[in-house]
């Protein structure tokens, strides 16, 4: 079971369909949550794509439980909101439901000119302290997470580095 969650217009209704359907196409904005399954490298996923609007983020918690990784969608070109996306995942990160749960912040638009390279997205998110396998216990504010945290960048729409994200989602899982 894996999430989907990010600020609306990131891209994760256009993921979940590449995922499944091997094409995108333009969706309205996610109401409540789209749930579809797919399966990758013989791992069946069950996808929980939420919507990202304000309206529906009170929705992301209800499924913390249940999943064993989740994939943060950021907008790489919507500079203006990356403040706001840093937020939200910060809130993610810090969560002790999701303290065990694999993350992977995927940088997506990367095909758009101007879109922030995956470095500069790691710094503005100031997520640099808390990549890799296991953190460092001496992080006061995200020390605490018991699970890999991976950043990689990609273009939903170009389908650029969407089958490499999700190998990664799946090395954690399987
Ligand atoms: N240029 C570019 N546009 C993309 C890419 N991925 C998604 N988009 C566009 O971004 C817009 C939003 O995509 P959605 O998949 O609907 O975004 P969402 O995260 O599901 O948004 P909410 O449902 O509101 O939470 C659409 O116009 C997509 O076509 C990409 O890789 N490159
Ligand atoms: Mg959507």
Redesign the pocket.
Known sequence: KVL?L?????????????LKLGA????????RV?IEQFSIGGIVFTAF?????EM?RHLWSDFYETVDAVVF?V?S?DIGRFEEAKEELHALLEDPSLISVPFLVLG?????AG?APLPRLIDTLEIRGVLGERVDESDEELGMRKSAVKAMG?????D?GVEEAMHWVCSQIA
């Open positions: 989907f990010g600020l609306d217009n990131a891209g994760k209704t256009s993921l979940l369909n590449r995108v196409s333009l969706y309205a904005p996610t109401t789209n794509d939420v919507g990202g609007h529906w969608i907008d070109a997506n638009k990367q095909d758009i879109a990609c273009s939903v729409l170009k650029v």
